[in-house]
């Protein structure tokens, strides 16, 4: 199918004959969309493998001796609070205004900084209370699932970087504007992961 | 300006935000209350941490990510639905599978 006929189909018509123009919103938005669709399939084979090895503690430590709920509600109230300033961040962004688009970019880099930090103290405490990525089949779920969410909380976080040097750059352009969308898709969908991360293994592993 | 509206990144407002956020915390705040107090048998309580999770991922989504049935975000939708369905047959086929699996190994209940 031509790209034509998808921008027909989904209601693209306004500007079909732009063709030729490099970047614009909307398709480079639904690419994007598409690469966050195809993120899923991954989170789902990690979720997958997790729920199958559930149960398989090697005889060694199980969650409900090492997970700390408090601990890991202050760490979710972080990363929610995270995709709300990422959203005052994009209408900033939608108003023109700089400092608002900025002031709430930081908000939302020092809330992922500080998941990121929380989640690694954890790692570190598990490890060190004898639950590695090594220690039993569960604990190699665990870590690959949580982990790779880390990750791209890690990858998110760079980008916000990144993004932040091209505005100072060059300002609010429509180029900057498509990319900070991007970057929202991508850091709600992670909110969304994590959703299922604390419901399926912290507030489930501890039941 | 106008085709940045297309693609799923509509525009949102300040109270649609705040919206998005109260529903979160308090559909966060309920699995975690009731896993701490253990007031609830297993059964239920899994039940409602399931039904809060899905209840949070469209807040998210509507709220958000202002997804809606628009004309204009049918490949979002369309795609989004396929890989539900895809995420669907992946996690719940494999726990079948090993499920029985282990049933015919004898290596559990």
Redesign the interface.
Known sequence: MSTIE?QH????T??VSEEHHHD???????GF??YI?SD??LF??L???Y??LS?SFAGGLTPADLFD?NFV?VE??LL??S??TF??A??GA?QKNMTQLLLWLGITFALGGGFLSMELYEFYHFSHEGAGPTSSAYWSAFYALVGTHGLHVFAGMFWMVILVIHILKDGIT?EN??RL?CL??FW?FL??IW??V???VY??G?? | ????T????A????K???W??VW??VL?AI??AL??SGSLS?GL??AI??L??VA??FV??VF??HMNG???Q???TT??V??VL??AI??L???WI?QHLNHNMLM?H
């Open positions: 998808i189909e989904a209601g693209y306004g500007y614009y919103a909307g398709d480079t938005l639904l969309w598409i669709m899923c399939i789902a084979t979720f997958a493998t729920a199958v149960g709920l509600a979710t109230g929610l609070f995709s709300f959203g005052m994009m209408l939608q429509a504007h498509t969308s929202s898709l709600h909110d969304i959703i299922c604390f419901s399926m507030l489930m501890v039941m | 300006m106008a085709t940045q297309h693609g799923g990144a525009h949102g407002s300040v649609e935000y705040i998005g956020l979160s915390i966060t699995p975690f896993v701490m297993n309580t899994l941490i399931l809060c999770a949070q991922v998210q989504l958000f990510l628009d004309s204009d049918m490949w979002n795609s989004g396929f890989i895809i995420v992946v996690v086929g494999s726990i090993m559990g």
